[in-house]
């Protein structure tokens, strides 16, 4: 069990942390990078970057956690924790993908079936969208691996 990729304590488990927290962070910076950030007008783009605010915070914890854990030489395999990484990462994954989905629902409806884009930089907020959807893949993944630690232990 100890040689499984991607457990808490482990270098891989590490690099999915900061590829979940790199990729949200993306996302919020790809949207607030606007000149005239609009986003506040529509609600499934407030909750976008309230979902990846959420997700980087998660993520970024996660990863001190794991950087002090490799620090130290522990693999942190105690059922407890185990069972919170699992819970956390169900709920940031779904969240995850409520958000993005809806926001991208929302960016193909008014930037490409509206025939025009009344946004001056309406592509930040699509690259806003992949970055989210990116996010979620690295965060789905994680919360697999911590199901399937959950059903080992």
């Known amino acids: 069990m100890k040689d499984f990729s991607g457990i808490p304590g482990t270098f891989l488990g590490l690099i999915l942390r900061i590829t979940q ?8 910076a790809s949207m607030a990078s606007a000149k005239t950030p609009r986003f506040f007008n529509f609600t ?3 909750s976008l970057m309230s979902s ?3 997700q980087s915070l998660w993520s970024f914890a996660l990863a001190l956690l794991d950087a002090h854990a490799l620090v130290t030489k522990k693999i942190l395999l105690n059922p407890v924790i185990i069972g919170f990484y699992a819970v956390g990462d169900g709920v940031i994954s779904t969240l995850s993908l409520a958000a993005a989905s809806a926001s991208a629902g ?12 009344h946004f001056v930089e309406c592509q930040k907020y699509q690259i806003s969208v992949v970055f989210a959807i990116l996010s979620w893949i690295s965060a789905s993944m994680s919360s697999l691996i911590m199901l399937w630690l959950l059903g080992a232990a």
Request: charged share 5%; hydrophobic share 55%; net charge negative.
């Open 52 to 54: 990846m605010a959420l």
């Open 44 to 46: 499934t783009f407030c």
């Open 21 to 28: 927290f790199g990729f949200a962070v993306a996302s919020m």
């Open 106 to 117: 929302v960016t193909i409806y008014y930037f490409n079936d509206m025939g025009n884009c």
